[in-house]
């Protein structure tokens, strides 16, 4: 069903990604006062990972490692004080309309970005099967539903999560991505579908020290898929 039009509006109100506050007629994703608050990322960038880095074509301390096997990423946002709050409301309070904003945010920034990588498809980072179960949708599968309506590439659920992880914040970055690694494995049944597909994007939330982007890149390589690329709503700097 298209969620637009006059008796939509009334019926359902959307919500501004930004404060949550109702919608007025006219205002589409966030309110007009959030509209220049949460802050986009301009200026210097890593050209590999897109996190701001000071420096005009740098490579974050990160990526210069060189333990990252996806080709180039980009977020939309900061991860700051109102992107945090965004989130949160997506992910733990229902607010599941706000997946169209961070889309059209995403496509508008990135569209020719997508266009030169050549993507055949969006990849969801995928949710353990519980925790889905609990929320009753996935965030990732949401950007990225509203994205491929949007740039008209196909969303495939390339990947599965096994199970529960450690939490990774009692982790060493390192262990970090080895406990992840174990927890993502390739979907053969939508792999069988997917005509041998050689360019993907991962479509998360957050990046934040990439360790997900990374384990679900390694994963999506084992299919011999060499092209793979993210975007991301937010990151942190
Ligand atoms: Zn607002
Ligand atoms: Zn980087």
Redesign the pocket.
């Known amino acids: 069903m298209k969620k637009e039009g006059f008796l939509w509006d009334i019926l359902y109100p959307g919500r501004?990604a930004?404060?949550d506050?109702v919608l007025k007629r006219g205002e589409y994703g966030?309110?007009t006062?959030?509209t220049p608050l949460p802050q986009k990322i301009e200026g210097d960038i890593c050209m590999k990972c897109g996190r701001p880095v000071p420096g005009e074509g740098v490579i974050c301390s990160r990526c210069e490692k060189g333990e990252n096997t996806f080709c180039e990423g980009r977020s939309s946002f900061l991860y700051d004080r109102y992107m945090r709050r965004s989130i949160s409301f997506f992910k733990y309070k229902g607010r599941q309309e706000y997946a169209s904003y961070y889309a059209s945010v995403l496509d508008e920034m990135f569209r020719e970005k997508v266009e030169a990588w050549g993507a055949e498809a969006l990849v969801p980072v995928p949710v353990h099967a519980e925790r889905l179960r609990k929320r009753g949708y996935n965030q990732a599968a949401l950007i990225a539903g509203e994205l491929g309506r949007k740039n008209g590439l196909p969303v495939y659920d390339l990947l599965l999560r096994n199970r529960k992880t450690i939490p990774q914040k009692e982790l060493s970055d390192k262990e970090r991505l080895k406990n992840l690694c174990n927890a993502f494995s390739v979907n053969k049944e939508v792999w069988e579908l997917s005509k041998r597909i050689k360019c993907v994007i991962i479509i998360d939330d957050i990046y934040t020290t990439g360790s997900t982007i990374e384990a679900c890149s390694r994963t999506i390589k084992t299919l011999g898929i060499q092209k793979i690329y993210f975007l991301c709503v937010c990151t942190s700097q």
Do not use: A, L, Q
Request: proline fraction near 0%; charge should be positive.
């Open positions: 501004c930004v404060c506050r966030v309110c006062h959030c």
